[in-house]
């Protein structure tokens, strides 16, 4: 059984104070690893997929990072605009496309 | 550019009432649809896909069932809800063969059983 563990569940940050946050994933094989955005009351907002191991993909101040077993979603010089749920996924390769997603990352920047 | 409308966005519903939520896409032919429910401290939990007209596959068996009427509408129902029935119901998104593209969601329906 596919399984993804985000670490950690709650994130205090102050303005501009870098940090990453954690995806463990367990998978048969990776089809792809998703980030969402989701902000309180709205639904997730697609933000990046990777695929292989080494991957990187960056917009704005979010860079995300992919090993075999974890991925990082780095924030970098945060603003309180970046204070929302992260939600990361994966799917599984040679079998049902549909993601398993993980409980969240709940991030506060404070000015 | 293609657009997913999804109501109402809250409810408060007694238990044994029936429900009905809609979801609709606009710009695009033939999608992926998806339902997910998404409690407090929890992770999305998928509850039916269809990927056609009159395909629906379901995730979790309970008194919820879905419906594909139309090529870009999705509906949600139950006969009679349940107190456990409270929660965020997402609605989704996606181009066949471009799932790795991810997902778009609706904004969401708060449903609140009393």
């Known amino acids: 059984e596919d399984q993804v563990t985000q670490s950690p569940e709650a994130l205090r940050l102050q303005e501009g104070e870098s940090s990453s946050l954690n995806c463990s994933y367990t998978?048969?094989?990776?089809?792809?690893l998703f980030w969402y955005r989701q902000d309180p009351g709205k639904g997730p907002e697609f933000l990046f997929t990777l695929y292989s191991a080494g991957e990187e993909k960056e917009k704005e101040r979010l860079k995300a990072t992919l090993t075999k077993k974890e991925s990082f979603l780095h924030i970098t010089a945060p603003k309180p605009e970046d204070s929302a749920t992260y939600l990361c996924a994966v799917s599984r390769a040679g079998g049902s496309y549909i993601p398993t997603f993980g409980r969240g990352t709940s991030l506060i920047v404070h000015p | 550019s293609q657009t997913i409308h999804q109501w109402p966005a809250t409810l408060v519903q007694p238990v044994g009432s029936p429900l009905s939520l809609e979801c609709t896409v606009e710009?695009?032919?033939?999608?992926?649809l998806y339902w997910y429910r998404q409690a407090a401290g929890r992770g999305l939990q998928l509850l039916f896909y269809s990927v056609g007209i009159g395909q629906i596959s379901s995730e979790v068996p309970q008194n919820l069932s879905a419906s594909r009427p139309q090529d870009r509408q999705f509906i949600l129902s139950s006969k009679k809800l349940l107190l456990s029935d409270s929660g965020f119901y997402l609605c989704?998104?996606?181009?066949?063969?471009?799932?790795?593209?991810?997902?778009?969601f609706g904004s969401g329906t708060r449903l609140t059983v009393v």
């Open positions: 989704a998104w996606s181009a066949i063969g471009r799932e790795n593209y991810g997902y778009t």
């Open positions: 998978v048969s094989g990776l089809r792809g």
């Open positions: 710009g695009t032919s033939n999608p992926n």
